[in-house]
């Protein structure tokens, strides 16, 4: 029986939670995610070359770690927190994470890609999982990868609400090679076939702005 992925909302046959894309797309961006925080320990400290030139005597004494970067790698708690709600929701006991933090975080990703036939399958919270796994790999890239690729052709803003009610309006690229538009921030998609809808809910929402 087809189903709608929880994520991306498209028509799903495999009945699962999670499209196919979506599930390889969700275990790549955990498989990556050790190695991003590691390299995010790499720009901790202000760069030599950050345009603020040569200190003079007086000057304020330089912050010597970045906050923003710092915020960043405590977001990736996440990723813990997802192994113990999998964890819970399963009626197991609790994940056993120690060590550093990064040992703490490789832990965390293997125990959900253990997981993840059972999170495809049948967890509600599959979605969410892959939202929010999402939105923290885009901002570590960032940092860490920024993508040299050509960016695509700006298709518009995103008229894609959430639940509430809130449209997502976030900026849609049509990537080289490919047939359907994804957005990045709500990861809603936008086969071909619906493009005349796009464009008219796109031209309604900027109406009503």
Same mark, same amino acid.
């Given at each position: 029986?087809?189903?709608?992925?929880?994520?991306?909302?498209? %028509?799903?046959?495999?009945?699962?939670t =999670?499209?196919?894309?979506?599930?390889?797309?969700?275990?790549?961006? =955990?498989?990556?995610?050790?190695?991003?925080?590691? +390299?995010l320990?790499?720009h901790?400290?202000? !760069?030599?070359a950050?345009?603020?030139?040569?200190s003079?005597?007086g000057?304020?004494?330089?912050?010597?770690l970045?906050?923003d970067?710092?915020?960043?790698?405590?977001?990736?708690d996440?990723?813990?927190?997802?192994?113990? $709600?999998?964890?819970?929701?399963?009626?197991?006991?609790? *994940?056993?994470? $120690? !060590?550093?933090a990064?040992?703490?975080?490789?832990?965390?990703? @293997?125990?959900l =890609?253990?997981?993840? %036939?059972?999170i495809?399958?049948?967890?509600p !919270?599959?979605g969410?999982? @892959?939202? +929010?796994?999402g939105?923290?790999?885009? /901002?570590?890239a960032t940092?860490?990868? #920024?993508? #040299?690729r #050509?960016r695509g052709?700006?298709?518009?803003?995103?008229?894609? @609400?959430?639940?509430d009610?809130? =449209?997502c309006?976030?900026a849609l690229?049509?990537? *080289?090679? +490919?047939?359907?538009?994804?957005?990045?921030?709500?990861?809603?998609a936008?086969? %071909?076939?619906t493009?005349?809808?796009?464009k @008219?809910w796109?031209?309604?929402d900027? /109406? $009503?702005?």
């Amino acid at each position: 029986m087809d189903t709608t992925c929880t994520h991306c909302h498209a %028509p799903d046959p495999t009945g699962s939670t =999670l499209c196919v894309h979506c599930t390889t797309t969700l275990t790549a961006r =955990l498989q990556q995610l050790p190695r991003m925080y590691f +390299e995010l320990e790499q720009h901790l400290a202000p !760069g030599s070359a950050s345009g603020q030139g040569r200190s003079g005597k007086g000057g304020p004494a330089p912050l010597p770690l970045r906050v923003d970067i710092l915020d960043l790698r405590a977001e990736f708690d996440t990723v813990s927190g997802w192994l113990s $709600a999998v964890h819970d929701a399963r009626g197991l006991r609790g *994940p056993r994470l $120690a !060590g550093d933090a990064l040992t703490r975080l490789h832990t965390a990703v @293997a125990g959900l =890609l253990a997981h993840m %036939p059972w999170i495809v399958a049948t967890w509600p !919270g599959a979605g969410d999982l @892959a939202s +929010e796994i999402g939105e923290l790999h885009r /901002n570590a890239a960032t940092v860490v990868d #920024p993508d #040299p690729r #050509p960016r695509g052709r700006r298709i518009g803003h995103c008229p894609a @609400a959430y639940e509430d009610g809130v =449209l997502c309006g976030a900026a849609l690229r049509l990537q *080289p090679g +490919e047939q359907v538009v994804r957005c990045d921030w709500c990861g809603t998609a936008w086969p %071909p076939c619906t493009w005349t809808q796009l464009k @008219a809910w796109q031209t309604e929402d900027a /109406n $009503a702005a």
